[in-house]
């Protein structure tokens, strides 16, 4: 049944298992998500060669010594994503451009860079191992505010901008 407040189905809570969150933190769709992601593998491409061009340059510049910080570019996605959900914004580009944002209900704050890195990190190894992304997966359709389990970890929510 549809509550007419919120345009959202009613949602069944188990006490003690895992509180709603607040009014102001509509929960995000799974679906919105994914097309963010998708979204954010052109900006982490993107990303990633515009690194490697100024990774080349310092390279040259520094006769060769600066070429070591190609050993950053595996981590260009977390890089990505610890800047753009740990700054003003609190979203990637892709979530931008899908009208989501990254909040810590818990905390009642935005998100530092540390914690956005973090989440990155916990994403990329769950889709990296695909039992851990089913669970992954599974912990956001079974729950009413479609929170992951990677989010469930850092006690961060992804949801609609406003």
């Not at 060669?49 to 510049?61: E, F, H, N, P, Y």
């Not at 060769?64 to 580009?93: D, E």
């Not at 990254?102 to 990329?124: K, M, Q, S």
């Amino acid at each position: 049944m549809q509550n007419p407040q919120t345009g959202y189905a009613e949602r069944f809570e188990t006490p003690g298992y895992a509180a709603a969150l607040p009014i102001p933190f509509v929960r995000a769709s799974l679906g919105a998500r994914t097309v963010a992601y998708l979204l954010d593998i052109l900006f982490i491409f993107g990303f990633t060669a515009l690194l490697t061009l100024v990774i080349t340059v310092i390279g040259v510049v520094t006769f060769g010594l600066g070429w070591t910080l190609f050993a950053v570019l595996p981590a260009s996605g977390i890089i990505y994503s610890a800047i753009t959900v740990g700054g003003a914004k609190q979203s990637t580009i892709g979530q931008r451009l899908m009208g989501l944002r990254v909040v810590a209900p818990e905390r009642g704050g935005p998100v530092d860079f540390i914690t956005a890195a973090v989440h990155a990190l916990l994403f990329y190894v769950a889709v990296s191992t695909f039992l851990l992304w089913c669970l992954d997966i599974l912990f956001g359709l079974m729950r009413s505010d479609r929170r992951l389990g990677h989010d469930l970890l850092l006690g961060l929510a992804v949801v609609h901008a406003r």
